[in-house]
């Protein structure tokens, strides 16, 4: 089969949008791979689709990780959280975006990998040149996979979360009471010596009082108001003015006592109020990775791992990869391309340190040596026009100093 049979087949002429659309993603030449083989295709569609879908997953990470960054804090996992429009678009923004940086940075580290030697081994060589790109696959892997981590044992994460966050209010809720309760029991002390006081002229008047209706009435001595009587009513009516006389002394600083023991009731009611506004703050990214990292550690070593293979898998595969149709094609024409606009590769064989060969590519740049050689002629050119100018000047100078040897020289006598 010839190769325009090939690729006129009707299994292999036609290319979908998005098969070319994943080419793109893995920064591969879409004119050059629909006139490659089948297993190109392939290959490259692979690549740019673990791409895609890196770029995905760093998109709902970052929802989740923005979510619970900066949304509302409660006590976890009571009641559900309410939520602006405005903070919902602005969370899809961030999302968007965040899933569009990452995959540009997957485009440009897999597109940038070159495929070492051609061969399906791996050198150290090709390991040292492509560190630094696995260093930052590494970075991004681990970066997305946390959240996703998070809202996988979101509901494990709330049992835990909740139960530190109610261990924390009880302690914010045992030092605010017991702040507040000194002092209300130092106000008690003193409303009740003041209230004990009062009782005690309070029972002395009754008893006053008593002892008075019960002489008019005849229950004590004889009816009537007589002296007994008129004594007793003079003893009633000393008790009315003792407790009148203290109420009137010790009312005010009551009344401020209960107002204060008022005030600070409220006060604590507020701080405790306050004390669950804080603990809400636990309710943070931090707080649930140190959870989920006690909950599971199989999974947070596990999950990792699957993004760091995703990450790192392009790059590794690109250095396995054998060089195939495609990649002819694509050289041949940046070698065409280099031709055409005067950059010559040449490679050079030398000897290593230790005795083995080292190859080693070499440019030649025509444009920039036409130019330098043009440079060099006019200065050279110039350069032998100056020496024949000299040259002549100095013969003819010395022709005029043989015929007339008095003009380049001054009379010392006239001089002086």
Same mark, same amino acid.
């Given at each position: 089969?010839?190769?325009? &049979?090939?690729?006129?087949?009707?299994?292999?002429?036609?290319?979908?949008? @998005?098969?070319?659309?994943?080419?793109?993603?893995?920064?591969?030449?879409?004119?050059?791979?629909?006139? %490659?083989?089948?297993? +190109?295709?392939?290959?490259?569609?692979?690549?740019?689709?673990?791409? @895609?879908?890196?770029?995905?997953?760093?998109?709902?990470? #970052?929802?989740? =990780?923005?979510?619970?960054?900066?949304?509302?804090?409660?006590?976890?996992?009571?009641?559900?959280?309410?939520?602006?429009?405005?903070?919902?678009?602005?969370?899809?923004?961030? =999302?968007?975006?965040?899933?569009?940086?990452?995959?540009?940075?997957?485009?440009?580290?897999?597109?940038?990998?070159?495929?070492?030697?051609?061969?399906?081994?791996?050198?150290?060589?090709? *390991?040292?040149?492509?560190?630094?790109?696995?260093?930052?696959?590494?970075?991004?892997?681990?970066?997305? %996979?946390?959240?996703?981590?998070?809202?996988?044992?979101?509901?494990?994460?709330?049992?835990?979360?909740?139960?530190? /966050?109610?261990?924390?209010?009880?302690?914010?809720?045992?030092?605010?009471?017991?702040?507040?309760?000194? &002092?209300?029991?130092?106000?008690?002390? /003193?409303?009740?010596?003041?209230?004990? &006081?009062? +009782?005690?002229?309070?029972?002395?008047?009754?008893?006053?009082?008593?002892?008075? $209706?019960?002489?008019? /009435?005849?229950?004590?001595? %004889?009816?009537?108001?007589?002296?007994?009587?008129?004594?007793?009513?003079? *003893?009633? *009516?000393?008790?009315?003015?003792?407790?009148?006389?203290?109420?009137?002394?010790?009312?005010? +600083?009551?009344?401020?006592?209960?107002?204060?023991?008022?005030?600070?009731?409220?006060?604590?009611?507020?701080?405790?109020?306050?004390?669950?506004?804080?603990?809400?703050?636990?309710?943070?990214?931090?707080?649930?990775?140190?959870?989920?990292?006690?909950?599971? *550690?199989?999974?947070?070593? @596990?999950?990792?791992?699957?993004?760091?293979?995703?990450?790192? #898998?392009?790059?590794?595969?690109?250095?396995?990869?054998?060089?195939?149709?495609?990649? !002819?094609?694509?050289?041949?024409?940046?070698?065409?391309?280099?031709?055409?606009?005067?950059?010559?590769?040449?490679?050079?064989? !030398?000897?290593?340190? &230790?005795?083995?060969?080292?190859?080693?590519?070499? !440019?030649?740049?025509?444009?920039?040596?036409? $130019?330098?050689?043009?440079?060099?002629?006019?200065?050279?050119?110039?350069?032998?026009?100056?020496?024949?100018? $000299?040259?002549?000047?100095?013969?003819?100078?010395?022709?005029?100093?043989?015929?007339?040897?008095? =003009?380049? !020289?001054?009379? %010392?006598?006239?001089?002086?």
């Amino acid at each position: 089969m010839s190769t325009s &049979d090939y690729l006129s087949a009707k299994e292999n002429a036609k290319t979908s949008r @998005f098969t070319k659309f994943l080419w793109w993603c893995a920064g591969a030449d879409s004119y050059f791979l629909q006139r %490659s083989p089948k297993q +190109d295709r392939v290959k490259y569609a692979g690549i740019g689709g673990i791409v @895609f879908a890196t770029g995905m997953l760093a998109m709902v990470s #970052g929802w989740f =990780a923005f979510f619970t960054a900066f949304g509302q804090k409660t006590m976890a996992g009571q009641g559900e959280e309410t939520h602006s429009l405005l903070f919902l678009i602005g969370n899809a923004v961030f =999302a968007i975006a965040w899933g569009l940086m990452i995959f540009n940075l997957d485009r440009f580290i897999v597109s940038s990998t070159g495929k070492g030697d051609g061969t399906d081994k791996m050198t150290w060589g090709e *390991l040292g040149q492509a560190t630094p790109r696995i260093i930052i696959a590494i970075i991004l892997g681990l970066v997305i %996979s946390k959240p996703l981590e998070i809202k996988i044992l979101e509901t494990e994460i709330n049992i835990e979360l909740n139960n530190l /966050q109610n261990e924390e209010l009880a302690i914010f809720d045992k030092a605010t009471k017991e702040r507040f309760n000194a &002092d209300i029991v130092v106000i008690d002390d /003193q409303i009740s010596k003041i209230e004990s &006081d009062r +009782d005690k002229i309070v029972v002395r008047q009754q008893a006053a009082e008593q002892e008075y $209706i019960d002489q008019m /009435q005849g229950r004590a001595g %004889s009816a009537g108001y007589g002296p007994r009587a008129k004594q007793l009513e003079q *003893l009633k *009516l000393g008790w009315d003015k003792k407790l009148a006389d203290f109420d009137t002394r010790m009312g005010p +600083d009551l009344l401020r006592l209960k107002n204060q023991r008022e005030d600070k009731l409220a006060n604590m009611d507020v701080e405790l109020t306050h004390n669950k506004e804080k603990i809400k703050g636990l309710d943070g990214i931090l707080a649930r990775m140190k959870i989920a990292h006690e909950l599971s *550690l199989a999974l947070s070593i @596990f999950l990792p791992l699957v993004f760091l293979s995703i990450e790192t #898998g392009p790059i590794f595969f690109k250095m396995m990869m054998t060089k195939g149709a495609y990649d !002819y094609m694509v050289e041949n024409y940046t070698l065409k391309t280099n031709m055409e606009n005067g950059v010559i590769r040449t490679e050079h064989l !030398y000897e290593s340190k &230790d005795g083995g060969p080292i190859l080693m590519e070499k !440019y030649r740049y025509l444009e920039v040596e036409a $130019i330098r050689k043009e440079r060099e002629d006019a200065l050279n050119a110039q350069k032998e026009l100056n020496t024949k100018a $000299i040259s002549d000047w100095k013969n003819r100078k010395l022709s005029e100093l043989k015929d007339r040897p008095e =003009a380049f !020289y001054k009379d %010392s006598e006239g001089e002086a």
